[in-house]
């Protein structure tokens, strides 16, 4: 596998998302105090490390999404 590619088969419905989230993941990996790889290698990184910034992430996006809906729904009551 070439360096900075991800076994991963998630796939982007919203393409033009994947520059936001890439960004999303340095934020969240810098509010941990976690540095990531600039290579993009992750296999070096601990388990422990990349899950936080994934579940930290996921967390974000939740946030995100209910603000959006809470907006969006709460015009129409």
């Not at 993009?40 to 967390?59: E, F, K, S």
């Not at 974000?60 to 603000?67: D, P, W």
């Amino acid at each position: 596998m070439a360096t900075g590619q991800s076994r991963s088969n998630n796939q982007l419905v919203v393409q033009q998302a994947a520059s936001a989230l890439e960004q999303l993941k340095y934020e969240v990996a810098q509010e941990l105090g976690i540095q990531v790889p600039q290579d993009g290698y992750y296999g070096y990184m601990a388990t422990r490390d990349t899950g936080a910034i994934g579940g930290h992430i996921t967390r974000r996006l939740v946030q995100i999404a209910e603000q959006q809906l809470s907006g969006q729904f709460g015009s129409n009551h």
